[in-house]
Antibody, heavy 121, light 112 residues
Framework: EVQLVESGGVVVQPGGSLRLSCAASGFTFDDYAMHWVRQAPGKGLEWVSLISWDGGSTYYADSVKGRFTISRDNSKNSLYLQMNSLRAEDTALYYC??????????????WGQGILVTVSS | DIVMTQTPLSLSVTPGQPASISCKSGQSLLHSDGKTYLYWYLQKPGQPPHLLIYEVSKRFSGVPDRFSGSGSGTDFTLKISRVEAEDVGVYYCMQAIQLPLTFGGGTKVEIK
């Protein structure tokens, strides 16, 4: 069974930084691209970032480009999202999501439970 | 970016009756590899989304056969043949032919 467990969510001030982590299990982690997707309170889904199976290629939504960095450690079956220069509009539930394969772009086949990030003074 | 437009915004359905949701994309989702990269997700209340349908019409593992997807090019439909109480939530379509991945605005399905 695929399991994706996010951690690291807190309340942070505007301009601050945060690192989200996602622990993956139940599948061969380095066989899949991985995503971060977010959902602002009461709103729809917004794709944030994608990383290739080997970490060699990364992609970002325009709204986070230059501020967020996605990375992965295949030896630890873990996915990360470094979030800098946070803004109020980054407040959302952040989902770690498993791609459907190794090909880029990759759709999303499985989702974590999500972790709440609140940017507020 | 590819804009995904879903209709209706919400749907109230009597249990046992059918339901249909439309999704239109701003450009064709047919790839040169012959596949069409259109997906449907259901987000039940208080839960993360989960995959129902991939590549227009293929049911994901464990998805009941009352769910079906159809369409081509830019016009797609998700149908529920007989709605059950457990089908309530928000349905999203998503395209994965190019980045950024984009989602429709969602269709909220409620039970009458």
């Amino acid at each position: 069974e695929v399991q994706l467990v996010e951690s690291g969510g807190v309340v942070v001030q505007p301009g601050g930084s945060l690192r989200l982590s996602c622990a993956a299990s139940g599948f061969t982690f380095d066989d899949y691209a991985m995503h971060w997707v977010r959902q602002a309170p009461g709103k729809g889904l917004e794709w944030v970032s994608l990383i290739s199976w080997d970490g060699g290629s990364t992609y970002y939504a325009d709204s986070v480009k230059g501020r967020f960095t996605i990375s992965r450690d295949n030896s630890k079956n873990s996915l990360y999202l470094q979030m800098n220069s946070l803004r109020a509009e980054d407040t959302a539930l952040y989902y770690c999501a498993k791609g459907c394969g190794v090909v880029i772009p990759s759709a999303i086949c499985d989702w974590g439970q999500g972790i709440l990030v609140t940017v507020s003074s | 970016d590819i804009v995904m437009t879903q209709t209706p915004l919400s749907l109230s359905v009597t249990p046992g009756q059918p339901a249909s949701i439309s999704c239109k994309s701003g450009q064709s989702l047919l790839h040169s590899d012959g596949k069409t990269y259109l997906y449907w997700y259901l987000q039940k209340p208080g839960q993360p989304p989960h995959l129902l349908i991939y590549e227009v019409s293929k049911r994901f593992s464990g998805v009941p056969d009352r769910f079906s997807g159809s369409g081509s090019g830019t016009d797609f439909t998700l149908k529920i043949s007989r709605v059950e109480a457990e089908d309530v939530g928000v349905y999203y379509c998503m395209q994965a032919i190019q980045l950024p991945l984009t989602f429709g605005g969602g269709t909220k399905v409620e039970i009458k």
